[in-house]
Each structure stands twice: as C-alpha cells, then as structure tokens.
C-alpha cells in the first residue's frame, strides 16, 4: 500500500516536471548540454573541461577548493550557458527576490562559477538557479543573474573564518519562524518567542566571533 501510494506520487510528480518543463521551454532557444555534471577531485579532463575541483579565490587572499554535481547545463546561445539546480520539494526557504539570503542560498553562485572556471573555452553563466520540479514545488523557477555573483567570494570568507574560530551561534529567531521551523515546539512552548535573549546577544555582543557574522547582513 504504501508502495503504490509512493510510486503514484512519483510518477504523478515526472508527469508535473515534463509538462512544466514543455511549457517553459516553448519558444525559447535552448540546448540542454549537460546532465549531473560533477567536477571534483577525481574528475578527469576532457576536451570541453578540465579535470578537478574549482577553486574560489576569497578577497584576502585564501583560496577555497570545493566539489559539487551540476543537475543540468543548458546553452542558450553563443558562448552563454544557464546552470540549473534542481529542487524536489517546496521552495521554503528559498528566495525569489534574495541573492545571498545572508549567506544562506550560495549554490547557485558556487555552481556558476565553477561551470565558468573549469570551461576551456571563454563562456558566461548567463543564469543560474533553482527549479523546484515537483507538484510541491509547483514548477517554480528561482534563477539569478550574474550581477552580484562575484560577492559569493566574500560570503564564503566570512563563513570559513567563522568555522575557523569555532563560532557557532544559535540561529536568529524571528516571528515568521523561518529559522525554527523544524522545531516541534516553536509555536507552542519556546521561550524565545517570549523573551528572546539569544537574539539581543547577536545584536548587541561585541564579541569578535558574532561581530565577523553579523557582516553577513549585508549580503542580501
């Protein structure tokens, strides 16, 4: 029985993504060029990409490595290219609008980047994003344009450094209950909707750790 109800979703959900794809793609130039394209340090080159993992030079100085699989590659012309991430879920927690969402939505940055980096030839990412393929998702297509990517670079700094000092501080409540929303008591019994201490210790903590994090307000 649940069985069957698993597999009448999933069918019921290829059905959505096609139909949604057929239509989005309708009178618009586009290549589908490639599929779960990973690139890490076991990859080997070939004669459209280099082999390896990318690496994102941060603004002081550092550089990071970093791995990932690319859903899907599109070429819509030229030398531009749209990287597509694909979500099976609902967009929660995802913006539209938001590039960064305070450095909480970077793959899309990360994956555009790397797809541009590790090229042989000279292309542009013209688009990159998120699409939610599933009925839950109702086919919605979250895509960011370039300007603005590069800021990935200090996002990611200031992420890294904060795991190097061992900064890990409790997520920042607000009344949407954006970041507690797994939390089976956010709503009914948590303190912090009461009085939220937590909260006053991120605006107000000159603590050098907090004060690194609290520049990530400024990557929207």
Known sequence: MVYEQEMREIIDSCRF???SEEEYSRDRDRDPLLFEFYF???REEDERFQGGAARLKLPAGGELKFSGIIDRVDHLGGGDYE????KTGSSYGYSASAYFKNGRQLQHALYALALEQLA???ISVGRSGYVF???RGEGL?????PAGREDVRGVVEILVEAMAR???PPARYDRDYSHCYICEFNEKTCERERKD???EIWQESDHEGIELLRRLDHYE
């Open 141 to 145: 297509r979250y895509m960011k344009e």
């Open 166 to 168: 061992g900064v890990f």
């Open 197 to 199: 201490d937590l909260n």
């Open 133 to 135: 393929a599933s009925r």
């Open 83 to 86: 990287v597509i991430d694909y």
């Open 120 to 122: 042989r030839e000279d």
């Open 40 to 42: 890490g340090t076991n």
């Open 17 to 19: 993504f096609l139909a």
